[in-house]
Structure formats: C-alpha cells, structure tokens
C-alpha cells in the first residue's frame, strides 16, 4: 500500500506528516514516531492526496472498536479522583491535591485519546452510508471536519506525563472550536437534500421502501411519488445518531477542558451537585421572555410549581437548553394562538415533579397555546420541520448561525424538538409531547435522577 508522501508545498487543508506517517501503523496496529516521516523535506499531505482506500481501511479499523458508553455518575467520580489507584486516590481526597490533579486529567486526556477516534470513526462510516444525504456538499463538508480530527486525535502521542497531557489538551481545544459549527453544518446538509427532494425528481421507487416510516408519517409507500423528507425514516434516523453522539463527543471535551480550570465548589467540570430545576426553569423563563418580548412587545407569565425544593446532581446546560427549546415553544403558541389583542395571555405552567421513590425527576411545561393539530403531530420531531415564516430557516441556514443565546430567533429551525429529545434522551430520560389541539400542549420532560443510565450512544 502507497502513503503518497509528496515533495514540495501545499496550500490545501492537510494532515500532518506524523499522521501520514503513521497510518500504516495505525492500520498494522503499532504507533510509531519515525523521524523518517517527520523529514522537513516532504509537504504534508491534503486529503485528495491521500489515497482513499487508505483512509477507508483506517477509519474501518476504529469503527470495529466498540464504543464505551459511560454514566453521568462516572463522569463525575472520575473528575472527582475517586476512580485513580489508591495512592492518588488518597492524596485527592487528603491534602496535596496537585499531584493527584494532574493524575486525574492524564487519565481523562488517555480515555479521550483512545475512545474519540472509536465514536469519530463509527460516524464517518455512518456518514458514507446514509442513502441521499451523504452526496450533499455540506454533509461531505461534515465528513472531512471528522476525518481530519481522527487524525488529529490519531497524531497526538500516548499520554504519558504532564507535558503531553497539557499538549493534548491544545489540539482537543482546537477540535472543540473547529467542531461548534457542526449542527448547523449538517443543518444545512438536511436542508440541501429537502431543497433536491422538492424539485420532484426523486421518487420514492429510487428508494428502499424501509426509507418510509409509518409511526412517523401514516405514510403509505407509493413508488411513483416525490420522496418527501420528513416522511424519510432512515435520513432522520441517521441524524438521530449523529447528533445523539456528538452530544457525547462535546459532554467529553468540555468536561476535560472544564475539569483543566480552576476548581469551583460544587462543580465537577461541567456537572454542578445541586442543579435546582426551579433555578434553572427561572433562567430559562427569562431568556424566552426576552425572545418572544422583542418579536411580539408582550410574552405570556410562567409560573412555576411543585418541588421548587428539589436538586439533583446534573449538567444544567442540557437543562437549560431543553427548557429554554419548550418555553420558547409554549410562547409562541400562545401569542399567535391568542392574538395580538388579547390583554391577559395564559401562562406557560412549569411543574416539576418528584418523589422519594421515583425513578425520574419529570418536569411538565404546558401551555393555553391552542396545541398542535393532529395532521402536524407526527411531524414535530421531524428536522427542519416548523411553522414559522420558511424566511427565517432560510436566514438561519444561509448565516449557519449556531446562536442558543437570546439573539437566536423564537421559532425558524424546526430543530428545537428533536435536539431536546435527544439531550433528553442521552443520559436516559426523555421528552414526550401530548397536545389537545384546540386547546393546548403539554411537553413532559423525564430526567433520570440517579445518575447511572449511560450514554444512549448509537451505534
Ligand atoms: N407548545 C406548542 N404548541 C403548538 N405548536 C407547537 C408547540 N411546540 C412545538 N410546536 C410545533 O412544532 C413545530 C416544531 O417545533 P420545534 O421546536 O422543533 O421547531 P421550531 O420551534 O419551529 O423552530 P426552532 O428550531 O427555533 O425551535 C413548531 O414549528 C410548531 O409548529
Ligand atoms: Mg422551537
């Protein structure tokens, strides 16, 4: 097999000879620093230049590497040292903690070193699958961003002292960054297979009929229909995976480069011991109103009930998220349900629920916003499916705005649901919608308190 090292300069995105160097290594299982590939005389390689089946069989040798799916309860002793051998263990939890600190980090950079190219592989062999999708610029964007981090991950050396460890935590910083704009790159791929599907030319004999699902869409296979793409099972399955596991890659990352800053009480990275939900929804009911404020002049009330008491160990960003997504949500629908001149909207009702012996800690947001008729239900967690103005998915595509702040618009994506359910869904708990229409929608949304679900990775 050739590696096709090249002579000379090269302007295009590369890989570093190291990378090349080793990818015969990698596919013959050995690593190896030889300074015969770090000679200054040879130019890196582009990805065009290097041979394909090379890079096929190494991502397929990672792919087979099962995945190690790991509990928030794991996540968290591992960050606090309970998980280090003894010695280090009992320095943690004594006096010296540096030491020990540093113990902690090189055992989470080496987790991360040898499970990341596993999870980036399993997704560009997912990647080269997906029927349709995979053939969309902007997906085949998505496909290099992975690869070029596999081999980034793939040219970092083994985590053997501090030194290495703090030089792996600039390249998995820079993937953090590199990787941000993701979801709205593959977005954008979505959006490009919708716009191919509209033209009509697809039908739906061109496709296995599988690609239809009937909870999704009371969808009858008719081969000589346009393929829509929210009726397309396998597509919106496929996005499913990708962004159920770069949930995980960024829960990884970020916890890493969290646990490398100054510690703060009550904080194990980015997971905090006492997440108030009540907090939280407060927070969120806030953003929201500041959101549907500057697009109507009014927002509805949120009033919140049950046990304001309670907290649980838990990452209050995926709390923040999701509730922020169903707030936003109620909010609009009882704006536009109720009108402009209604003077005393309904408010959106939180409750958060409760008890000594429940497996779940479930939070239900619902609202007077004349809910969601029966022939949209089974869209809603489609992507890109919303009934807000097509303008606005447009702008938000065409911008590839990555915004979950308050600049972002109350509606335009279509992705608010299924992302949610996913955040929802990653450590076990889920996100159900029951909509009376006519009336209202309430979203329920189960959290699994104790902390030991693992990662709902894909495969
Ligand atoms: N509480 C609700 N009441 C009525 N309709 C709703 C409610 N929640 C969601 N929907 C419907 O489901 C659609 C999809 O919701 P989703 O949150 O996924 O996307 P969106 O709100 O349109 O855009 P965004 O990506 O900005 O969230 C909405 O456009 C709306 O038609
Ligand atoms: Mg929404």
Redesign the pocket.
Known sequence: MQTGILLCSSKHRSISLRSIGNLHNHLQGRRSSSPRHQSTCLRPLSYGEVPTDDIKALVQKYAHQPQTPISLRTLMRTGRGELLNKTYKDNYLSCNKTSATEKVLMQVAGFLRRELPIRLAHRIQDLDKVPLMRDMPSVKEVKQTYISSLFDLLDTPVIDTPEKELEFSHVLRGLYSKHSGVLMQMAKGAFELRAELQKGTIKQRFLNPNYYGRRMSHHQYDPNASAEFDQMRETHEFLNRFYMSRIGIRIFAGQYLALREPPVDGWVGLIYDKVSPETIVRQAAEDATVICNRKYGDAPDVEVSGRLDLTFPYLPDHLHYILL?LI???M??TMDWHGPDCLDYPPVKVIIADGKENEDVVIKVS?E????PRS?IHK?WSYL????DPTTQERMIAYSSNDHSTES?L????????ISRSYARYFGGDLD?M?MEGYG?D?FFHLSRLGDSREAIPL
């Open positions: 997504e936003k949500n109620s609009r629908a609202d916003g004349g809910g969601i949209n809603i499916f919303t009934t807000a618009p509606a335009g994506l279509g992705y608010g649901l299924p919608i909509s929608t979203a």
